[in-house]
Structures are given as C-alpha cells and as structure tokens.
C-alpha cells in the first residue's frame, strides 16, 4: 500500500527520469502549484466574514474549499510522487471530498440526489468496483454540473462584467484542462497533459470560488497580490494588502 509503484494506475509520464525518488517529475511537481493556490486561498479569505457577504452564506465554507484545494493538490504530489496505493487514495479521496462538499453545499433539491450519486461512487471506489479513469472521468462530469450551478449565482446575484469575466475564464479553463486529462488517458503525445491538467483545474477552481465571492457581495472588487487576485472590500479597514484594484 505504501510501496512505490503500488497503485492500480500508471500515468504516461514516463517513471524516474529526472529522479531516483520521484515517480513522476512533472505530474509531481505541478501539484506546488495547487498547493500555493490552496495556501493563498486560505490566507487571502482570511477576512472574508467581516464583509458581510454572500447574502448571509457562511464565510467559513470558502476556507474549507480552500483547505480542500490545498489538500487535493498534496494529495495528488504524494500520489503521483510515489504512484502508491495510499497516494492514489489521498488523490482520490480528495477529489471526491472536494465535490461532496460542493455538493452539500447547494441549496437547490438537486444537490441531494448529487450528493448520493457522489456517495455511490465513494463506495464503488473503495471496493474498486470502477476503474479510475471511468470514476475520474463521472467526477468530471459533476463538476461541471456544479460549475453551472455557480453561473446561475453569477447571472442571478451580479450585474459585474468582471464576475462574467472571470467565470468564462474559469470555464474555458477548465474544459481546457479535462481535455489534457483525457488526451493523457490515450496516451498518443509525448507532451505533458496530465501536468497540465493539474495546472488549469487548480487555477480553475480557485477562479470559481473568487467569482462566487465577488458576485454575492456589494462592493467588493478584486485586487491582486502578485499575480493571484483576491476579494477587497472598501469599507473593511483592516485588509491584508493594498494593491492596484481592478473594478468594473
């Protein structure tokens, strides 16, 4: 279970080129930058409940999103790191954490027949009764089930160009980035899809919850701290950075 090469699935990066101990260099590497985004998440929110936003939602649920991004991207470093049976679970297990959230997270009715939908694949793959990329590819098609959802929020809650802006950005992103995970799964280019994909999903999903965030709130715009851009509130004073702001 914790042995090297120990997983029921073998990526098409090719095994320790570049290192004796990382299985997979780039599919590894990459995951650095889920993590920063999942770190960034977490520290740029961190003032998030003093602005009074969402329309009342709970404005912890956004860390722990972001928790979650930070632990996808650890687990998916151990994983394809080790290609191990307990690294293929913490990817796995994270993923399928992430969307159960999103999930239970809904208000609308359909949410609970998605959220059993997630807990009957929860359970086939623990018993490994689907293979994964049949089981990675139906996690896919939820999240994009719920990324509709956030466009209804966006459309419903804001007349912002910038929130529209920034949820096709996300969208494109993210249909750019399943592609590559289904090009790796045929194996047929020598270029790095599976690494990228893990780059356009982790810039697509912290796009998504930045979009979700500004759309629910009044007067909130959105600076950037470097290049990752954040939720600013005028009328909070104590804010984290002081950055050129980019409104509508």
């Known amino acids: 279970m914790f042995s090297y090469q120990s997983s029921s699935i073998d990526w098409c990066e090719q095994n320790y080129v570049y290192s004796n101990y990382i299985a997979e260099f780039w599919n590894t590497i990459t995951n650095i930058l889920v993590m920063i985004l999942g770190i960034s998440g977490l520290y740029l929110s961190s003032n998030y409940e003093a602005y009074n936003l969402y329309n009342n939602r709970p404005a912890y649920r956004y860390k722990i999103y972001y928790g979650l991004l930070l632990f996808i991207g650890f687990g998916s470093f151990v994983f394809h790191g080790m290609l191990s049976r307990f690294g293929q679970i913490l990817d796995e297990g994270a993923i399928l954490t992430m969307i159960y959230f999103a999930t239970m997270c809904e208000s609308l009715p359909h949410a609970m027949i998605s959220s059993i939908f997630v807990l009957g694949i929860i359970s086939c793959w623990y018993y490994n009764l689907v293979y994964t990329p ?71 999903i912290y796009t998504i919850l930045l979009v979700e965030c500004y759309a629910l709130s009044s007067k909130s715009v959105i600076k950037y701290y470097g290049i990752i851009p954040y939720i600013y509130h005028p009328n909070v004073k104590k804010q984290l950075f002081h950055n050129k702001e980019k409104i509508d």
Do not use: R
Not at 155 to 176: D, G, R
Not at 185 to 202: D, E, K, P, V, Y
């Open 134 to 204: 049949y089981l990675l590819f139906l996690m896919g098609s939820i999240t994009f089930y719920l990324i509709q959802k956030k466009w209804k929020q966006v459309t419903k809650n804001s007349n912002k160009p910038l929130a529209k802006e920034f949820y096709y950005f996300s969208v494109i992103t993210f249909i750019c980035s399943f592609f590559c995970w289904i090009i790796d799964q045929l194996c047929i280019f020598s270029f790095q899809f599976h690494a990228l994909w893990h780059i356009l999903s982790g810039i697509s």
